[in-house]
T-cell receptor, first 111, second 111 residues
Framework: GQNIDQPTEMTATEGAIVQINCTYQ??????LFWYQQHAGEAPTFLSY????GLEEKGRFSSFLSRSKGYSYLLLKELQMKDSASYLC????????????FGTGTKLQVIP | DTAVSQTPKYLVTQMGNDKSIKCEQN?????MYWYKQDSKKFLKIMFS???????INETVPNRFSPKSPDKAHLNLHINSLELGDSAVYFC??????????FGPGTRLTVL
């Protein structure tokens, strides 16, 4: 099975940088996703890491360390619209369709 | 152009009733999914189909029956609805192991 841990809530200030951590335990690892979900809306894709290292995409970056079972999502130059839940999801064994989501981190950006 | 659409958006019904949720994607994807998101916002996979073939069936009660008439559609039928079925149900699609695109969700309330 898979176990994914994320902080439940975080608060950060507009314009600042915030790092959302995700740790996971899985019997077989085939990639890690980050999704953003605004309240009352569907999750939307942010990033995908399958190899160790940092993937940068505009204000958002995602890091993966497979040996440590660890990932983080880095959000720079925070904007009020970044207030949302951020879901870490791990693709484990059993086919590419099997993606397990963490419980998500609710980020509140304050002025 | 809507990529992944679901109907209805809201569904309020009595315990014991049977209901269906429809999902369509116009992205040309070969894989479709049903997820359940409960009140604690935990997103859990229920079913996955690849080219109309059932790939994942995650210990879901057999009151839930998915049906994929073609690659672009994946419907979910629920028999004998129970209070615990109240949740938001998301349909999603992907091109193989790529990122998943989610529909807007169907908020089901069982009274």
């Amino acid at each position: 099975g898979q176990n994914i841990d994320q902080p439940t809530e975080m608060t950060a200030t507009e314009g600042a940088i915030v790092q959302i951590n995700c740790t996971y335990q899985t019997s077989g690892f085939n990639g890690l996703f980050w999704y953003q979900q605004h309240a009352g809306e569907a999750p939307t894709f942010l990033s995908y890491n399958v190899l160790d290292g940092l993937e940068e995409k505009g204000r958002f970056s995602s890091f993966l360390s497979r040996s440590k079972g660890y990932s983080y999502l880095l959000l720079k130059e925070l904007q009020m619209k970044d207030s949302a839940s951020y879901l870490c999801a791990v693709r484990g064994p059993g086919g590419y369709q099997k993606v397990t989501f963490g419980t998500g981190t609710k980020l509140q950006v304050i002025p | 152009d809507t990529a992944v659409s679901q109907t209805p958006k809201y569904l309020v019904t009595q315990m014991g009733n049977d209901k269906s949720i429809k999902c369509e994607q116009n992205l040309g994807h070969d894989t479709m999914y049903w997820y359940k998101q409960d009140s604690k916002k935990f997103l859990k996979i229920m079913f996955s189909y690849n080219n109309k073939e059932l790939i994942i069936n995650e210990t879901v009660p057999n009151r839930f029956s998915p049906k994929s008439p073609d690659k672009a559609h994946l419907n979910l039928h629920i028999n004998s609805l129970e209070l615990g079925d109240s949740a938001v149900y998301f349909c999603a699609s992907s091109r193989g192991p790529g990122e998943q695109f989610f529909g807007p969700g169907t908020r089901l309330t069982v009274l």
